[in-house]
């Protein structure tokens, strides 16, 4: 009775997810590899802004570099409304365009011959869209600080760098580097991405010029400006001495020094757990902003206002989501899966948010054991809704479930207890961050890799958990000293072992759609709670 009421449940998440999932052409433009954007393949930005936070108006312009992998004369550069382009030009010529929503397409003049780096410089102004539930939304969030000085920052995660910037919005082409050059009022400070290269004064402006030296994916690209005061340090890591820079509003120094000694916690945790920190050259920052947080690329954004936990939550339940600063600790996990190892499409997102939820267990894992890292991991199941499946629609710029953090960290949970051998694991975790190394990369990508590094097939393990909401259920019944069990709510083939403890002895068994039975040797039966699992005495 309980089955059928779970599938006709699903049926009907299935049948409002259709009605839900109409796409139009606008999403096609944003989401998909259009005909006018993979022909050409980017390779650098210079990207000049002036900011205005008093008018909440920007001005500046793009010059985008990029090879020709195959001729054409029409080029699609996004950029959002109601910003708009003033002006493109290639080798100072202008060029006519027309524009479907933020997508615009300009005409070319000049032959574009495969092999060929040509440079397109577009010119662009306006007010850009407010962030209203920054980092959710996304835009510019404009805000004071205590001293009543414009405090303003960007964020644009899924809805796309293009709301405050002109670019090819896409996560399948990440630009190979980038200079970021921001004019802001005299007395405020801009902070973004990389290094600063340059400081330069006008009349009333001053000029900040940083400079990205890796690879970084277009919504990681920030402007963070404030009267900001700055300290450092440097943290001996896995690659040498890494620069580990602080940007904070002047009132929040003395509590800054205090919170922000969970970086190098943090870097020690994941540089055991995934790899050397990926951005050596662009350095690592922490910068204060209006809003939550946001893992930007080697600049990432702190708003948990100086508490530990999720502004001062505990997400899981358990006392140990107040052990650490969540800000600092995921984002922080970000650089590696997010900015390290990158969605070509945001239906995969999961390999950002899962690998990251997981990684706060695993810093707990580090610094505080075992134990605490599984309580962790296991009281955040709470947060699971189980509604739709973690993998998204594919071309639409549309993500997945909101499970992607919280399941997908039991998921991967999990995956370790199957393995039962940590070592490997971690070799799994940090090969994973070598193989895929400055990448952009599919679900497939992820799956193949594991499968073939931890020799399982795990092909119905991901389907299972990433393709489907179904949550599978071991049913069970114990008679005397035998077991009968099998799964139910499982996707073809599934047949994932279990452990489970006879009279507190471990012992596993190996269930799949079929009834089977085992001999107990023992009286008390329990299930490992660490796998994520439902279980069901019938
Ligand atoms: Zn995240």
Same mark, same amino acid.
């Given at each position: ?320 989501? %107040?052990?650490?600063?969540? @800000?600092? =600790?995921? !984002?922080?996990?970000? +650089? ?6 990158? /969605?070509? $499409? ?119 958990? %990433?393709?489907?909401?179904? @949550?599978? =259920?071991? !049913?069970?019944?114990? +008679? ?6 099998? /799964?139910? $709510? ?49």
């Amino acid at each position: 009775m309980k089955r059928k009421i779970v599938l006709s449940l699903m049926l009907l998440g299935i049948m409002t997810g259709v009605s839900a999932q109409m796409f139009t052409q606008l999403d096609t433009l944003r989401g998909s590899i259009t005909p006018e954007r993979e022909w050409w393949d980017v390779s650098y930005y210079d990207l000049n802004l002036n900011v205005d936070p008093e008018a909440e108006y920007i001005s500046g312009f793009n010059r985008i570099r990029y090879k020709v992998l195959k001729e054409a004369d029409v080029i699609q550069i996004d950029l959002q409304q109601p910003l708009r382009i003033d002006e493109v030009t290639q080798d100072n010529q202008p060029l006519e365009f027309t524009s479907i929503g933020p997508a615009h397409f300009i005409k070319l003049k000049k032959k574009q011959s495969k092999g060929d780096y040509n440079e397109l410089k577009v010119v662009y102004s306006g007010e850009p869209r407010k962030a209203v539930r920054a980092p959710w939304d996304g835009g510019f969030s404009w805000s004071r600080d205590n001293n009543n000085l414009p405090f303003a920052a960007t964020s644009c995660q899924g809805l796309g760098a293009s709301v405050w910037w002109p670019n090819k919005d896409h996560m399948y082409d990440e630009v190979d580097s980038m200079r970021i050059s921001v004019d802001v009022p005299k007395n405020l400070m801009n902070v973004s991405n990389g290094r600063l290269i340059d400081t330069s004064e006008g009349d009333t402006t001053k000029n900040f010029t940083w400079f990205v030296s890796n690879p970084i994916n277009n919504y990681c690209v920030n402007v963070n400006i404030g009267d900001y005061v700055h300290f450092g340090e440097k943290y001996e890591g896995e690659k040498g001495p890494l620069d580990v820079d602080y940007y904070v509003l002047r009132d929040n120094l003395d509590k800054a020094k205090e919170q922000f000694k969970q970086t190098s916690m943090m870097l020690e945790a994941f540089e055991h757990w995934f790899g050397p920190y990926p951005f050596y050259e662009d350095s690592f920052k922490l910068v204060e902003v209006p809003y939550l947080g946001m893992e930007h690329q080697s600049s990432v954004t702190y708003g948990n206002k100086y508490q530990n936990g999720y502004l001062g939550r505990d997400l899981s339940g358990s006392g140990w989501g %107040l052990k650490f600063d969540f @800000i600092i =600790i995921h !984002e922080g996990g970000h +650089e590696w899966f997010a900015n390290n190892i990158t /969605y070509k $499409d945001i239906a995969d997102m999961w390999i950002h948010e899962a690998f990251t939820a997981y990684s706060e267990n695993l810093y707990l894992d580090y610094h505080y054991g075992t134990k605490a890292s599984a309580e962790y991991v296991i009281g955040t199941r709470k947060n699971i809704r189980n509604d739709r499946p973690i993998i998204g629609p594919y071309n639409v710029n549309k993500s997945g479930s909101g499970d992607m953090y919280y399941k997908g960290a039991n998921m991967l949970h999990t995956l370790r207890q199957l393995l039962e051998d940590d070592k490997l694991w971690r070799a799994v975790l940090r090969g994973l961050n070598e193989e895929f190394y400055h990448q952009t990369v599919t679900t497939e990508q992820i799956e193949n890799y594991i499968s073939k590094k931890t020799k399982k097939d795990l092909s119905a393990f991901f389907n299972q958990y %990433l393709r489907t909401a179904m @949550i599978p =259920i071991l !049913e069970y019944k114990k +008679e005397g000293d035998t077991l009968r069990y099998r /799964y139910v $709510d499982i996707v073809q083939d599934f047949d994932m072992p279990i452990r489970l403890f006879v009279d507190g002895k471990e012992q596993w068994i190996y269930p799949n759609a079929e009834w089977k039975t085992e001999k107990l040797k023992g009286a008390t039966l329990v299930f490992d709670e660490n796998f994520y699992v439902e279980t069901e005495q019938i």
